[in-house]
């Protein structure tokens, strides 16, 4: 995976970072460091972070960073829950996708205290591709 900032929205206070994510294959993306880098270069001290995915088939959740073998065991279980179904008349053909993009949601809402992200000891921020390959993108707004 390869995350990287590619613009910073400045008509925007406070400014929006927009980083793209290259997603070659179905899973969740870590991506709690650039999150971090958006609100260090806000210099929003204490306020929310909001993490924005403006698409159909992915998502954003925050679980669990420490054991990889959770993300493994949640791909899993969307696999079971949303099998891929011929009832499904959407022409693409990734209902199944679209289905567990809007399980996990579009978004994270996160606080900021003291200039950091405050999340769980186990907790991280994950971009969550179900349709790959593809390129993505996110966005991190933080508000103070
Ligand atoms: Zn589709």
Redesign the pocket.
């Known amino acids: 995976m390869q995350v990287i900032i590619t613009r910073v929205i400045m008509n925007s206070k406070p400014m929006i970072y927009e980083y793209r994510v290259s997603a070659p294959r179905k899973d969740f993306y870590n991506i709690t460091s650039e999150v971090g880098e958006a609100v260090a270069k806000s210099g929003v001290q204490d306020g929310i972070a909001v993490v924005y995915c403006p698409h159909?088939?992915a998502g954003i959740t925050i679980n669990e960073n420490a054991d990889s073998n959770v993300v493994r065991d949640l791909l899993l279980g969307l696999d079971k829950a949303f099998p891929d179904r011929p009832e499904f008349r959407?022409?693409?053909?990734?209902?199944t996708?679209?289905l567990k993009a809007s399980t996990v949601g579009s978004s994270a809402t996160i606080i900021v205290n003291e200039g950091k992200l405050v999340l769980g000891t186990w907790q991280g921020i994950f971009f969550c591709e179900f349709?790959p390959p593809r390129d993505r993108t996110f966005f991190v707004k933080v508000m103070g």
């Open positions: 159909t088939t959407h022409a693409e053909g990734n209902s996708a679209h349709d």
